[in-house]
């Protein structure tokens, strides 16, 4: 299983976090760079089994507020539905 990890002290704003995720995903200049985006991109376009592994999360919820929040809840539902996608939270 794939596992990529994004440090949540390595993110100061919304942007800053896209571009992590289009990195580290390996996603190229058609990503939208929002959660619609994101859903689409992890339900039907990136390589599973994958584990998305977030540490400091608190670190990067800080600086993000409510759209961090949001972020989870779009990887929980995520996991709902696709066998073998996990999010890992470390606070």
């Known amino acids: 299983m794939k596992t ?3 440090d949540g ?5 919304k942007e800053e976090l896209h571009d992590i ?3 580290k995903l390996g996603l190229d200049d058609t990503y939208g760079r929002n959660l619609d985006a994101l ?3 992890i339900t039907g376009f990136i390589s599973i089994p ?3 592994q977030w540490v400091n999360f608190e670190a990067s919820r800080a600086v993000l507020g409510e759209y961090a929040d949001q972020l989870v809840e779009l990887m929980r539902d995520a996991e709902e539905e696709l066998y073998r996608f996990q ?3 470390k606070m």
């Open 9 to 13: 002290n390595d993110i100061h704003g």
């Open 50 to 52: 994958l584990t998305i």
């Open 4 to 6: 990529v990890i994004i």
């Open 39 to 41: 859903w689409d991109v």
């Open 21 to 23: 995720l289009q990195a």
């Open 87 to 89: 999010l890992d939270l």
